[in-house]
Structures are given as structure tokens and as C-alpha cells.
């Protein structure tokens, strides 16, 4: 008789119609971007994601299920790059704060009824999916990350090496790490993954996880027939440096038309030059454009390359990640890149009017948009999501 007793209200939970639960940082485009592409895989009434700021902004504005989490993490930049010292400081009482972070995301969990969680840039969801036992997937374009105290003093390497064990706890404690990334040898982000067996054995290489379809997207309806470039800046104060140059190279570059895309102000504008501002999807003018003009932040060059699209790259300084993603792409041969220290008007117009004329960096450009579309990252990734979010409800 013992064995016809059940628990009532877990018998009530599995009845639930199952969900996959997202829990996405907020710090940078790029979760976001990857979240809403995943989402777009499933019906509405089988996912939630949790998010904050600027993500959770970006996340409702496209219609999708969202709610607020607290943010795990503060991020501190000193001059446009991350500031691991300032960062450390900041983050001083984290530790204390984590097991309740921890049981936020339970909680979540179980008022939706989640069979599968995924974590974008956040700890905690892995922490809380392993405490129920439920399958967790971690979706990352870095598994290592101690290169980012390298450079620092040695009593930040001493917490370099620390964070790098809790990472690698991190990671191990999911079933699966996908990587939203061309597989090898095509790899932009190969540089910043980890070389940890217990690591390396969980990542699968599934494709670029863009926020939309390639085919979907319509190019904006240009006038002139001349050579377009669009440049993506943003408002950090720290690429002023390149606005400028742009501006100057715009002077010099009269058959050439320019679109900047910033919340910078100049009296001194080229003809040829129009300042856009910000808006909500840039992809329509990267599929008119000749030529792009960009720093190397990971979901940018997915983006960029899923549009075959050739990349011009100046990386923001002292940002590794980007150094290295920059380095990639010019050894895929979709990109030629500037350092800032090396930056000039001369210099960056002799660098467009090559790109223009070369043929080279456009066909690689369209030979990986080519394999983006056989690789479909998206469905790749909504296949092994449904196996995992399906498996407990199976019961």
C-alpha cells in the first residue's frame, strides 16, 4: 500500500505544462541578444526569462515572457577598460550575499515550474539547478577567464587564480556548456575557452545565436550606388578617439558614404556623413553596407558574420577578450584591425579604401555568413535545450 502514496503537490507540478527558464545577465549586448534567439525557438508559454536593466528592457520590448532578477555582479571600468581591482572592491560582500541569490533563483524555479534551466553570465541559476537536480545548460563565449587578471598586480593574480577555480566549479556543476560560436577551426572565441578537460568535455559548438534570421532581415534602401560604411560606436566617452578619425576620413573619402551610429555631437559634419544615434536593430544597414566599422565584442562579430559582412576592428584598449577576438577574425580573414595607439585619419582612410578594393575579406565574409546559415545555431541550440527540458517531465 506504501507504494500507491505520492506526494500531492509534486504530482500537481509535473502536470504543469514544462518550462525553460533563462536567467541572463545584463552586462553587455550580447546576453540578450542570445537569449532572444533562443526564446524565439520555443512558445511563449514554455519559457521565462530572467533579467534585469537594460537586458530585461530589451528582452520585453520584443514581446517575450520576462521577469526581474537581482543582479549578481558589478562590473567596474576605469578608462575604458575592466577594472579588476575596483571590480574585486566593489564586489567585497558578494560571498554573503550569494546563497540568497541563490534561493531567489529556487524560488523561481519552482513557481514556474522549470524542468531546465539556462544560465547566460550568471552563477547563481547553476548553483540553484544543482541543488534541485535539475539539468542546467550554460550558454558562454568564455570559459577562461584568468588572462583578465594576467596583467595586474600579485595579489590580484592570487585572486585571478581563485576566481578561475570557482569558475571552473562553475561550469562543471552543468550538463552542457554551449558555445554560440562557428566550431573549429572557425572559432572566433577559441582564445577565451577553457583548456580544463572537466571543462572542454561539456562544451558543444552550436552556431551564432543572433537575434534574428539572416533571410529576414531587409537591407535599408539606399539612393547612391557608392561604397557605404557603418560605423557602431556607442557613447563611451573613450572612443571619441575614433569618432573623430572617422569624421576625418570621411573628408578625405568623397565617394564614399558613411553612417555612424553614436551618441556623439560634432558641428563638423562631411556631406558624406550622417550621425545616426542609436537604434533598436543596426541589422538592416549592416546588410546594405560595404564595410563595417566596429569594436570585436563577441555577439557584434556574430552578427557581423552572420550578415557577411568584412570588419574593420578597433578593439577598445586593454580589453583582452577583444584583442583576441580581433585577432580571430583577422585570421579567418573577414577583418583588418587599428589599435588605437596606432589610430590616424590617413591611417584609417588607407585602411578603407584597401578593404574597398579587395575582394578577399568580402568573400571570406560571405563564406562564413554561408556556414552560419548550413549551421542554423539556433535550432542546433532549441534541439539540445527540448532534450534536457524534456527529460524530467518524461517522468
Not at 261 to 266: D, I, L, N, V
Amino acid at each position: 500500500m506504501s507504494s500507491l502514496i505520492f506526494n500531492r503537490n509534486k504530482f500537481k507540478l509535473a502536470k504543469k505544462r514544462p518550462k525553460l527558464y533563462l536567467s541572463v545577465s545584463s552586462e553587455g549586448y550580447g546576453h540578450s541578444s542570445r537569449a532572444i534567439a533562443i526564446a524565439k525557438e520555443f512558445n511563449r508559454d514554455e519559457i521565462i526569462i530572467g533579467t534585469y536593466s537594460y537586458g530585461y528592457d530589451r528582452i520585453a520590448k520584443d514581446n517575450l515572457p520576462c521577469i526581474t532578477v537581482p543582479q549578481e555582479l558589478k562590473f567596474i571600468g576605469s578608462d575604458g577598460s575592466f577594472d579588476v581591482g575596483k571590480t574585486i572592491i566593489k564586489n567585497h560582500a558578494w560571498a554573503l550575499t550569494f546563497n540568497q541569490l541563490i534561493q531567489n533563483e529556487i524560488d523561481i524555479i519552482e513557481e514556474y515550474g522549470a524542468t531546465c534551466v539556462v544560465a547566460d553570465g550568471r552563477l547563481a541559476p547553476v548553483m540553484a539547478a544543482d541543488k534541485i537536480g535539475l539539468p542546467c545548460i550554460v550558454v558562454t563565449n568564455q570559459s577562461a577567464f584568468y588572462p583578465f587578471f594576467e596583467k595586474n598586480s600579485a595579489l590580484i593574480k592570487i585572486f585571478g587564480k581563485s576566481f578561475e577555480w570557482i569558475m571552473k566549479t562553475w561550469l562543471s556543476s552543468a550538463e552542457e556548456i554551449l558555445i554560440p560560436d562557428f566550431p573549429p577551426p572557425y572559432t572566433v572565441c577559441l582564445p577565451n575557452l577553457s583548456n580544463n578537460y572537466k571543462v572542454m568535455k561539456r562544451q558543444r559548438f552550436v552556431g551564432p545565436l543572433v537575434a534574428w534570421k539572416r533571410a529576414d532581415i531587409t537591407p535599408v534602401e539606399r539612393t547612391s550606388n557608392r561604397p557605404y560604411i557603418v560605423i557602431t560606436l556607442g557613447g563611451h566617452s573613450y572612443r571619441k578617439p575614433l569618432f573623430e578619425a572617422v569624421i576625418g576620413a570621411a573628408a578625405i573619402l568623397k565617394d564614399v558614404d558613411f553612417d555612424v551610429f553614436t551618441t556623439f555631437e560634432t558641428e563638423q559634419i562631411p556631406e558624406n556623413l550622417k550621425i545616426k544615434g542609436i537604434v533598436d536593430c543596426i541589422a538592416p544597414n549592416i546588410k546594405a553596407a560595404s564595410l563595417v566599422i566596429t569594436q570585436a565584442g563577441h555577439s557584434t562579430a556574430m552578427e557581423n558574420m552572420t550578415l557577411g559582412k568584412p570588419v574593420l576592428i578597433v578593439p577598445d584598449k586593454n580589453q583582452i577578450e577583444q584583442e583576441n577576438n580581433s585577432r580571430r577574425l583577422c585570421e579567418l580573414g573577414v577583418a583588418t584591425q587599428i589599435q588605437y595607439d596606432e589610430l590616424s585619419v590617413n591611417k584609417l582612410a588607407q585602411r578603407i579604401e584597401m578593404m574597398l578594393e579587395s575582394s578577399c575579406y568580402a568573400e571570406s565574409a560571405k563564406n562564413m555568413a554561408d556556414l552560419a546559415e548550413d549551421i542554423n545555431g539556433t535550432k542546433k541550440a532549441e534541439a539540445v535545450l527540448r532534450d534536457y527540458f524534456n527529460r524530467i517531465q518524461a517522468y
